[in-house]
């Protein structure tokens, strides 16, 4: 089943309800990035969304939404720093403070 991909506003609207503090263009791709590769409504994802257990991601998953975010912001994740990077709130405070 295919969702609609989430409009900028959606994303935005997201962000200042769940994750204020972390509002901006950084928070904003991971958010894309994880809906597009896992393929989910924005809807089903809350900070506290773990990957693999309540997101059901595969083990391969969580490296393309790692990779697809080093290529879309320029930045680079070690290994040791995305293991350490078990949920949505994680992910995207992590990559914000390594964008600014």
Same mark, same amino acid.
């Given at each position: 089943?295919?969702?609609?991909?989430?409009?900028?506003?959606?994303?935005?609207?997201?962000?200042?309800?769940k994750?204020?503090?972390?509002s901006?263009p950084?928070?904003?791709?991971?958010?894309?990035? !994880?809906? $597009?590769? =896992? %393929?989910?409504?924005?809807?089903? @994802? #809350?900070? *506290?969304?773990?990957?693999t257990?309540?997101?059901?991601?595969?083990?391969?998953?969580?490296?393309?939404?790692?990779?697809? !975010?080093e $290529?879309? =912001? %320029?930045?680079?994740?070690?290994? @040791? #720093?995305? *293991?350490?990077?078990?949920?949505?709130?994680?992910?995207?405070a992590?990559?914000?403070?390594?964008?600014?």
């Amino acid at each position: 089943m295919s969702f609609p991909h989430p409009s900028a506003l959606d994303i935005d609207e997201w962000i200042s309800r769940k994750m204020p503090a972390y509002s901006g263009p950084a928070a904003a791709a991971c958010l894309e990035i !994880i809906v $597009d590769v =896992l %393929g989910m409504p924005l809807l089903n @994802l #809350e900070p *506290s969304s773990k990957f693999t257990e309540d997101l059901r991601a595969d083990e391969l998953e969580p490296v393309e939404i790692i990779m697809a !975010i080093e $290529d879309e =912001l %320029g930045i680079k994740i070690s290994d @040791l #720093e995305a *293991s350490q990077l078990g949920t949505v709130a994680d992910l995207i405070a992590h990559v914000t403070k390594r964008s600014q």
